[in-house]
């Protein structure tokens, strides 16, 4: 497997995830770019799944946007020149009475060959199911309130509440399970796995009551169940950057998670995952402002066959709740950084010269990264949308300063941060066409005003009041933003005044995306202009697909409340929307 090909499996919530599909365009002929891997990797015989807790306080999606579906085989391109003509047909809106009982699934797949199989057939204890549609041709979606994400490899599933077990893919039985951790106290499986070289991959939230040992990255075997390896996120005593937290006692050294789902480059056999903030979040009640807290809103680079952390970059150190988890898009690339639109450039950078990098907008911030993949060298980033707790960051060395002006000093220090603490960017799924060499975003125009809260008060785990804005001088909260990969430059924006949410780039020169409002939309991949957009009336919070039944291409979302949703509703009271728990699926007339 080439690095462009690598897919990352769906957070639990969101849908089924368009996956990001890293790299550059492969010689020979081209796979569609915006045609993702399917949820389910087949590798093999074996179906592999990984359950998840129950929500927590962590920015993710709802309980309620989890579906089921199928593999499909190569698919075929929806074309700018056709998208005029593509139908608002609808071949599975879902929203059935709730079923809380056990039920026979009746599961089909389509194999890699487009032929119907059956999986899971057995009655499965599913609670609290939320809408479950078969289709004419034996397909079934379902919703699960317990959030599940999903992989394949040599032989079987895995489910649990940070347990990982498998079933039999042809007969439903249980073949193993490995408990990882205790989900009640303090553990969060918010995202799925991912299958590296035969391991299952996955990192988790960690709420404080977890202590430092809930903030970890695992590997198991995906035979047998055995743990390989698990590695924490926060130094243990004699381990580098143990010193990183000053006299802050280890077991009040806590919340550092790695809640969305990682990315790996074969070639180089690491694992790249992001992580969250610590709390509380002003420094100054953990340890010293002046402290890095390690590692907390980094990216990790870990070799996928020890857990062994190769090399870490640090983002920014964190005041204000502004998290560092999302996707890692991993491309080979030329590296161009044009400095009329790129703020920070590493000097020794080559214009024109091909790197494997790391990029894409990690944080909350808006800003975005490329680093050498390999090594870790920062390369250049720049900022998007409004912000300004990043002063500066060090060309040579890549050390980001935070604007001293924003950062607390003791309790009751008011400020106003922006982006607020829902971002900027969040977990909504960005986009990456190898067609265009263009990554795609997302956005929020979003500030906030800030409180540092007494130690005594423990509303919340973070340590500040905040009260979201509209950032100054624009009336839109969303905003798509297209960057060029290898010059940074801003190819086109979109923005409107509803909340984006997340987006797919096809091979046909699209890019599919819904908003806080209920409006899902095709936009042409180099100008931004809407070809397409339909009102599907609750917020379109999964991750959009596209993919191929019997040689048809469809396009499919779900939609339904979520945090990120609702914090950009609350910016536009006069746009409505309803709370449906739908699926959505479109093809061409």
Not at 303 to 330: C, K, M, S
Not at 349 to 371: D, F, H, M, N
Not at 553 to 581: I, R
Request: net charge positive; hydrophobic share 35%.
């Amino acid at each position: 497997m080439m690095a462009s090909k690598i897919s990352p499996l769906p957070p639990c919530g969101g849908g089924l995830r368009r996956g990001v599909v890293p790299g550059s365009p492969p010689k020979g002929p081209r796979r569609p770019a915006g045609l993702r891997r399917p949820a389910f990797v087949a590798l093999g015989a074996l179906l592999v799944l990984v359950a998840c807790a129950p929500a927590g306080p962590a920015a993710q999606p709802s309980a309620d946007e989890t579906s089921v579906a199928q593999p499909s085989r190569t698919l075929v391109m929806v074309v700018n020149t056709e998208v005029s003509n593509l139908a608002a047909k609808v071949i599975g809106a879902t929203n059935p009475d709730r079923l809380t009982r056990p039920f026979n699934a009746g599961l089909t797949l389509i194999d890699g060959k487009g032929e119907p199989r059956p999986y899971l057939t057995q009655e499965l204890p599913v609670l609290n199911t939320d809408s479950w549609q078969v289709f004419p041709d034996g397909r079934m979606h379902i919703t699960w309130r317990l959030r599940p994400g999903l992989t394949w490899q040599d032989g079987a599933p895995l489910i649990a509440d940070d347990f990982v077990f498998a079933l039999d893919a042809q007969k439903g039985g249980l073949v193993w399970e490995t408990k990882i951790l205790d989900y009640q106290k303090g553990a969060q499986q918010t995202s799925g796995p991912i299958i590296a070289n035969g391991k299952i991959i996955s990192g988790r939230g960690c709420e404080p009551e977890g202590g430092p040992e809930a903030c970890i990255i695992t590997a198991h075997d995906a035979r047998t169940g055995k743990e390989i390896w698990r590695t924490q996120t926060i130094p243990k005593p004699g381990e580098p950057g143990y010193d990183s937290w000053g006299d802050v006692p280890y077991e009040k050294r806590v919340h550092v998670g790695t809640w969305m789902v990682p990315s790996y480059d074969p070639e180089l056999n690491l694992i790249y995952i992001g992580t969250s903030v610590s709390t509380p979040s002003p420094k100054f009640r953990l340890g010293g402002n002046e402290k890095q807290h390690l590692y907390h809103n980094s990216t990790l680079a870990l070799n996928a066959d020890t857990g062994r952390i190769v090399w870490y970059y640090q983002h920014l150190i964190d005041h204000w709740d502004l998290d560092h988890p999302f996707e890692r898009l991993l491309v080979d690339t030329a590296v161009a950084p044009n400095a009329r639109d790129v703020a920070w450039i590493n000097p020794r950078v080559k214009a024109g010269e091909r790197r494997k990098v790391v990029t894409g907008i990690p944080g909350k911030t808006g800003v975005v990264y490329t680093l050498d993949r390999q090594t870790g060298e920062f390369l250049w980033a720049r900022p998007t949308v409004a912000q300004n707790v990043v002063e500066t960051i060090d060309g040579a060395t890549g050390v980001a300063t935070v604007n001293p002006k924003m950062v607390y000093a003791a309790p009751g220090d008011e400020r106003l941060i922006c982006p607020a603490l829902t971002g900027g960017k969040n977990w909504p799924a960005g986009a990456y066409s190898p067609l265009t060499n263009t990554m795609y975003f997302p956005l929020q125009n979003t500030c906030m005003t800030t409180v540092a809260m007494e130690p005594t008060d423990t509303s919340t785990i973070y340590g500040i009041s905040t009260k979201t804005l509209l950032a100054a001088g624009t009336k839109n909260v969303g905003s798509i933003h297209a960057i060029s990969v290898e010059t940074g430059q801003t190819t086109w924006k979109h923005e409107q005044r509803a909340g984006m949410l997340s987006l797919v780039a096809t091979g046909g020169g699209l890019v599919f995306g819904g908003d806080a409002h209920g409006r899902f939309k095709a936009m042409h991949d180099r100008t931004g202009k809407v070809l397409w957009e339909i009102n599907l009336g609750s917020p379109v919070s999964g991750y959009p697909i596209t993919f191929a039944v019997g040689g048809k291409q469809y396009v499919a979302v779900s939609t339904g409340p979520s945090l990120v949703a609702g914090g950009a509703a609350g910016l536009t009271p006069e746009l409505k929307q309803g709370a449906a728990n739908q699926m959505f699926v479109f093809t061409l007339p």
